[in-house]
């Protein structure tokens, strides 16, 4: 999927950084509290105050409101099919997307609470956007594996190399992953104590040849050998952890539908070869164009499936 912020800083900040120090609109914090259900999608009901804020929404992209409620439907198919797929983006993430794209228009996150709220949109609303777009491009990356999506690694290192480029190199990691086991029954009781307990073993960490040796004794505590991978095909929630984390060193501990978990980087290395070039031609407009494609296509799939009832 075409990245969030390359698709919409540009609209929003036009519009919304004018309105910043006007008021709430007194209608829309009525609206709020008395809305209607205007369309059912798999039994999530979706209220005219909803349709009407992302009607605010697309206005302060140029788009046409008439598409608001088709926008929320496909949306609330996005939603139900991350819930499936188990992709919860936390609310950290979403926040820190929230500020970036703040800072990216020249304003602090209470402004542009205060901006949003003026055009009728809210921050609230902009956030489920956010956490609805992240999740929707991981379900995107997912169906594209599963389906071999992606030119070949030859095709791509011709394509590269008839422009003239050369081979890129990337980074290549071998990982280590800690899993504190956490059952979904004893989810409320354990997580914090789990937490700490992977707390205190990463603070352990100094390679991955220890691992093994360290968590003996440890209950429910699994480590596994992950295949090397290239920087460019790390998960997306795990990219910038483990980049940030030097050879030798233990990301930060995170919580995770399995449980409490870290990842341990045993090495990296720089190369250069035709899968680097693939992934990065694949990275390029012809990449955002196929996922575009693929996006329009797994929506359909969703609709055609799913029960909408429209009142």
Not at 278 to 292: A, I, V
Request: hydrophobic share 40%; with cysteine.
């Amino acid at each position: 999927m075409m990245s969030f912020f390359r698709k919409y800083t540009v609209a929003a900040g036009l519009l919304i950084v004018p309105a910043i120090a006007a008021p709430v609109p007194f209608a829309m914090t009525r609206a709020a509290q008395a809305s209607e259900v205007k369309v059912i999608v798999n039994n999530i009901p979706i209220t005219d105050y909803d349709i009407a804020r992302r009607a605010a929404f697309l206005r302060i992209q140029h788009k046409s409101p008439a598409g608001a409620k088709q926008d929320m439907i496909d949306q609330t198919l996005h939603e139900i099919e991350m819930r499936r797929l188990q992709i919860n983006i936390p609310d950290k993430e979403v926040d820190a997307a929230f500020t970036n794209f703040a800072k990216k228009n020249k304003m602090t996150a209470a402004q542009l609470t205060q901006a949003l709220a003026h055009a009728g949109v809210g921050a609230a609303h902009f956030k489920a956007f956010i956490r609805a777009s992240i999740g929707w491009g991981r379900a995107l990356g997912a169906r594209s594996r599963a389906e071999g999506g992606g030119s070949s690694v030859q095709e791509a290192v011709d394509a590269m190399l008839k422009k003239g480029g050369e081979k890129p190199s990337a980074t290549e990691y071998t990982l280590q992953q800690v899993i504190f086991v956490v059952p979904n029954s004893e989810r409320n009781a354990i997580l914090g104590k789990r937490k700490r307990e992977a707390e205190a073993l990463r603070a352990r960490f100094s390679g991955c040849d220890k691992t093994r040796d360290i968590t003996k004794g440890l209950i429910d505590v699994t480590v596994r050998d992950l295949p090397r991978v290239l920087a460019p095909e790390l998960p997306p929630d795990w990219a910038d952890p483990i980049k940030k984390t030097k050879a030798g060193q233990a990301t930060e501990v995170r919580t995770t539908p399995r449980g409490v978990e870290f990842i341990g980087i045993c090495a990296e290395r720089q190369v250069s070869d035709d899968r680097v070039a693939q992934l990065t031609f694949q990275g390029g407009e012809q990449q955002d164009k196929k996922t575009e494609e693929l996006s329009k296509k797994y929506t359909q799939d969703l609709r055609n499936k799913a029960v909408i009832i429209e009142r």
